[in-house]
C-alpha cells in the first residue's frame, strides 16, 4: 500500500486548508491523519471508517477539522479550518487498525507527510 498525502502549505491564523491522501489502492480498514510538529512526537489527529460511517478526533481539533474518504477515488481528505499557529505541523495519513487507533504504532502504513504552516 501506498499513500500520497498533499495540500500543504502556508496559511494566515484563521484560515483553512483541505489536505488529501491518495491510496494506491482500495483500504478496506480506517485512515486516519496524524501530524508531527518540530521537536515533538508524531500525535493523532482524526481517524475514519472504512465505510466513511464513523469518525474520531483529537480533543485538539475537534470542531474545526473534519476528515472524509472517497472509496471510489482511495482518497482521504482532511479539511482544517479555523486553523491555529499550534496547528504547524507536517501531516501525515496512515492505515491504522481501529478507528480508535491513536497511537502510531497502531499504524500499519504511513504517507510521506505534507507540510502545514500557520502564520501568525
Known amino acids: 500500500v501506498q499513500l500520497q498525502a498533499s495540500g500543504g502549505g502556508l496559511v494566515q491564523a484563521g484560515g483553512s486548508l483541505r489536505l488529501s491522501c491518495a491510496a494506491s489502492?482500495?483500504?478496506?480498514?480506517?485512515l486516519g491523519w496524524f501530524r508531527q510538529a518540530p521537536e515533538k512526537e508524531r500525535e493523532f489527529v482524526a481517524a475514519?471508517?472504512?465505510?466513511?460511517?464513523?469518525?474520531y478526533y483529537a480533543d485538539s481539533v475537534k470542531g474545526r477539522f473534519t476528515i472524509s474518504r472517497d472509496n471510489a477515488k482511495n482518497t482521504v481528505y482532511l479539511q482544517m479550518n479555523s486553523l491555529k499557529s499550534e496547528d504547524t505541523a507536517v501531516y501525515y495519513c496512515?492505515?491504522?487498525?481501529?478507528?480508535?487507533?491513536?497511537?502510531?504504532?497502531?499504524?500499519?502504513?504511513w504517507g510521506q507527510g505534507t507540510l502545514v504552516t500557520v502564520s501568525s
Open positions: 496512515a492505515v491504522v487498525r481501529s478507528l480508535r487507533a491513536t497511537t502510531p504504532t497502531a499504524a500499519d502504513y
Open positions: 489502492g482500495r483500504i478496506f480498514s480506517s
Open positions: 475514519i471508517s472504512w465505510s466513511g460511517g464513523a469518525t
